[in-house]
């Protein structure tokens, strides 16, 4: 997808933090709907690495099968207790608008994340007709 990988190289004249984007398979064409969502998502995260993780490398990655796009986003930094729900507060919006954006089209988005061990969030959507 060119737009994300014109996002990630602005990240990485920006910041120390080292992203990159792979395809794992074929992708298909996205709907603009599906394609703003992969968009503003991997570019909170981004932020969200960059900002909170002091992560020193990020990756992407893309996948489609069986009607379903997958993006995996995972870095290697501080890592956060999911549990603490942050994305609770006001004050704190990025990850609550990821899923909100996500829940538009029909997808799920998930945290895996641990203290110390870095953050890995997969979001998988449905394409149709694909
Ligand atoms: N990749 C990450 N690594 C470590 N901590 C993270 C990561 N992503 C999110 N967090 C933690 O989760 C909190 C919530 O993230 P969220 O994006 O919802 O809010 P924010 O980045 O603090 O503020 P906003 O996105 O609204 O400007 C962050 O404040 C941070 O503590
Ligand atoms: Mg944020």
Redesign the pocket.
Known sequence: MPVLESLIKEMNKKTEMRASIEAKTELPKFSPEVENTLYRCVQ?ALL??A???FAHNLTVELAFAAGLVTCKIK?D????DTHAC??GSS??????GMKERVFLVKGTLEIN?VPGKG?EIIITIPINGA
């Open positions: 909170e969200n690495a900002r909170h993780a870095d930094g501080v890592g956060f942050p994305g004050k704190h919006l990025g990850l609550l994340s953050t």
